[in-house]
């Protein structure tokens, strides 16, 4: 392994290289290295008993999508090391890890991929941040359907209240979109109506 960590790119931090080589030491292949550095793995080398156990997870299932290489290690880093900070009476404590027995020993790469995509789901449900939602507009979808041999047609799909139209002007703006019949024909635009 000492051997591939003098073949890491010059631009790899310590930590890096170490890890590149031991992947390469293992067997991995230069992309699958090169893709475990620069995540998690790459930035630290703690409990590297166990990591190895990954990586050789990684060098024994060479037809994983690469681009998965670092979700799984995000993943095992949360269940079995994680555990979360939170605020108590007594100040801020860490939780234990929700898996903390985690092993990859006996585990098939179908199954570790199903755990991380629940994983991901899961977050994805919980993600915090503005959830905009409006009620419809109670003005009707319009269609207006040319009488040409190509019957091109035009729909109004929406007219929402947008008061960036109005440019300071007193009055009502609608955002208008068009959706016309070609993938491409697309179009958004302001009407401004002036006060009556």
């Known amino acids: 392994m000492a051997h591939w960590v003098r073949l890491a ?14 992947i390469r030491g293992l067997g991995g292949n230069e992309k699958l290295a090169r893709e475990i550095v620069m995540g998690r793995l790459g930035r630290t080398i703690e409990h590297p008993e166990f990591w190895r156990t990954v990586l050789w997870f ?36 860490r939780r234990v890890a929700p898996w903390p027995g985690f092993s990859m020993e006996g585990r098939t790469l179908k199954s570790v991929l199903r755990l991380v995509s629940t994983r991901h789901l899961e977050l994805a449900g919980k993600k915090k941040g503005r959830r905009l939602a409006w009620r419809k507009s109670p003005i009707q979808e319009y269609r207006y359907l040319e009488k040409r041999p190509e019957e091109n047609a035009t729909n109004v799909l929406e007219l929402v209240p947008l008061k960036s139209c109005t440019n300071g002007r007193r009055g009502r703006a609608s955002n208008f979109r068009f959706k016309g019949s070609s993938p491409k024909a697309i179009w958004r635009g302001c009407w401004w109506f002036p006060p009556s």
């Open 9 to 22: 790119p010059d631009y790899y931090m310590v930590p890096q290289a170490l890890r590149y080589g031991e």
């Open 58 to 93: 990684f060098v024994r299932h060479p037809e994983m999508p690469i681009e998965q290489a670092n979700p799984v290690v995000d993943f095992v880093q949360e269940n079995k090391f994680g555990g979360e900070t939170v605020l108590t009476e007594h100040g801020e404590e």
